[in-house]
Each structure stands twice: as structure tokens, then as C-alpha cells.
């Protein structure tokens, strides 16, 4: 481990918390070990330590990340993924492997949706030949995860929503039964309804969903023109 990986992981866990961690584990279905520190002391902490030590750069941050990625409490993956969103306007085309690895490693909602939503999101809009390789592949993988993230990637897209892939993605995923791909396609669903109500109630109402994804899909905007 490089020394500054190790550094800032010994800043943080100088600041564990049993008691918090002991709620957070629970909370997280006990799926990780905690430090215990809630994100706005992490991020107090983090800044902290940056301000005295500076944010490391390039390949030097790109290792840092990895490095703790691989330690075992869960605040360690999201410094990781705040580090990763520093560097995010440098990233080059081939940090999509990066990112993906980083999907289907310690998986849970927690860190998928904010690499989904957030990092792979902003790097296929600068980066869209990838989607081809990539979202296109998801879909259709094994692992219930990169599905999910394949459905959550258009999060923030709002107008910039490539519609027929979005919709194409959750005709093949709404006969799903795992939980986390039924939220998926309704929160993506609530998201594009933002910016297209009409169109979300329309296909809500001529697709086969779960009850829950339609629930999710409809929960800001209703069921009212639906048949417009």
C-alpha cells in the first residue's frame, strides 16, 4: 500500500465509532464492517486531511482508490468513490474497466448507484462509443449488479435521455424478480418522467411491470393522461 493510502486510512480510522458503527452495519443489512463514520463527519475528516496533504493526481489517485477499495470497512469505498469523482474530467476512455470492476467488487446499492448514477453516468455522456460495449452488455450479464447499473446509468441525463435504450433495457429486465432490479427500472422510470411525464405514463401504462416498479415509476406524476 502506497503511504498515502495508508495515511488516510489510518486519519480515518483514528475517528471510528463503535456505537454508529454497530447502527450502520445493521442498517446495511451487515453486509460490511463500519468505522462508524456518518458522511458528514467522513467528509469533514477527508477534507481535513487534504487540505494538509493534498489530493494526489493521475495514476497516484487512480491507485489510492484502488487500494482502499480493498480495505474492509465500507467508509474506506467512499472515500474511494469521492476520490474517483476528483479525477472524473481526466478520466480517459479505458477508466470504464476501472469502473467496472469497481461494480461487481464489494457490491452493494450503496456504492453501485453512485458509480452508476454519478461516475459511469458522466463518463459515457463524454464517452458515448462505449455504450455499445458496455450498458449493452450489462444488461444482459449474470451479475444482478451491472444490470442495475445498465437501467441507473441515464439518471441525470434529463433531456439528454436516449429514450429507445432506456426503454429497450427495462423490456428486458421487467420480468425480473430480484428486488434491486424492479427499484431500478421504476427510479430510472421517475427520473426520465422529470422530463417526459406524458411518455413515462404512456409506457407504464402499455408495459408489464412489477407493481413496485410501476408505484416507483408513477409516484410524482400520477397516473392522469396516461392514455394521452
Do not use: C
Not at 469533514?44 to 487540505?51: A, D, M, N, S, V
Not at 487512480?62 to 467508509?75: F, K
Not at 460495449?133 to 441525470?156: E, F, G, H, V
Not at 424478480?177 to 402499455?206: H, M, N, Q
Amino acid at each position: 500500500m502506497t503511504i498515502y493510502a495508508m495515511q488516510i486510512a489510518e486519519w480515518l480510522r483514528k475517528h471510528a465509532n463503535q456505537e454508529n458503527a454497530r447502527s450502520m452495519e445493521a442498517y446495511m443489512r451487515n453486509q460490511f464492517p463500519f468505522l462508524g463514520l456518518k458522511t458528514p463527519e467522513r467528509m469533514q475528516l477527508t477534507r481535513e486531511f487534504w487540505k494538509e496533504h493534498g489530493m494526489p493526481k493521475g495514476e497516484e489517485l487512480l491507485q489510492t482508490a484502488d487500494e482502499l477499495w480493498q480495505l474492509p470497512e465500507r467508509e474506506y469505498q467512499y472515500t474511494a468513490m469521492v476520490m474517483l469523482d476528483k479525477h472524473r474530467k481526466l478520466a480517459d476512455e479505458a477508466h470504464i474497466d476501472r469502473l467496472e470492476h469497481y461494480i461487481v467488487t464489494k457490491s452493494w446499492w450503496d456504492t453501485v448507484d453512485i458509480l452508476a448514477g454519478q461516475l459511469v453516468g458522466s463518463h459515457l455522456l463524454k464517452f458515448a462509443d462505449l455504450i455499445a460495449d458496455y450498458p449493452d452488455r450489462w444488461i444482459q450479464s449474470d451479475n444482478m449488479w451491472l444490470r442495475r447499473t445498465a437501467l441507473l446509468y441515464q439518471l441525470k441525463y434529463k433531456e439528454r435521455t436516449d429514450q429507445e435504450r432506456l426503454f429497450h433495457y427495462i423490456d428486458l429486465q421487467k420480468e425480473e424478480e430480484e428486488f434491486f432490479i424492479r427499484k431500478a427500472i421504476g427510479w430510472a422510470l421517475r427520473e426520465y418522467a422529470k422530463t417526459s411525464p406524458d411518455v413515462v405514463r404512456r409506457f407504464v401504462k402499455e408495459t408489464s411491470l412489477s407493481a413496485l416498479s410501476v408505484k416507483e415509476a408513477l409516484k410524482h406524476i400520477g397516473k392522469e393522461a396516461a392514455s394521452g
